[in-house]
Nanobody, 115 residues
């Protein structure tokens, strides 16, 4: 079992940047994958980016080149650096710990991109 807590959301203008953090309650080095998902109003939750324990990182096409996912196994924290934000990035962002047989979710953090 693992608990994850997100932080770092907020309101930003188009073109701006934010960094989201996801702190886990236990070591993440053995967790199969840690990732970020987002859900906009009226839409399904979608993968933003995910990194496996082996270091393979997968990004949604819509964020490639703008978002960077990183993990700190010492701090048991995963970060999502979001640059060149667009209004369509507005959503609740959820951290996910994928243990294979079960996934754990955080409570979500709101990201709003608007002028």
């Amino acid at each position: 079992q693992v608990q994850v807590v997100e932080s770092g959301g907020g309101l930003v203008q188009p073109g701006g940047s934010l960094r989201l953090s996801c702190a886990a309650s236990r070591s993440i080095s053995s967790i199969y994958a840690m990732g970020w998902y987002r859900q906009a109003p009226g839409k399904q939750r979608e993968l933003v980016a995910e990194v496996t324990s082996g270091g393979f990182t997968n990004y949604a096409d819509s964020v490639k080149g703008r978002f960077t996912l990183s993990r700190d196994n010492v701090k048991n924290t995963v970060y999502l650096q979001m640059n060149s934000l667009k209004p369509e990035d507005t959503a609740v962002y959820y951290c996910n710990a994928n243990l294979g047989a079960v996934r754990y979710w955080g409570q979500g953090t709101q990201v709003t991109v608007t002028s």
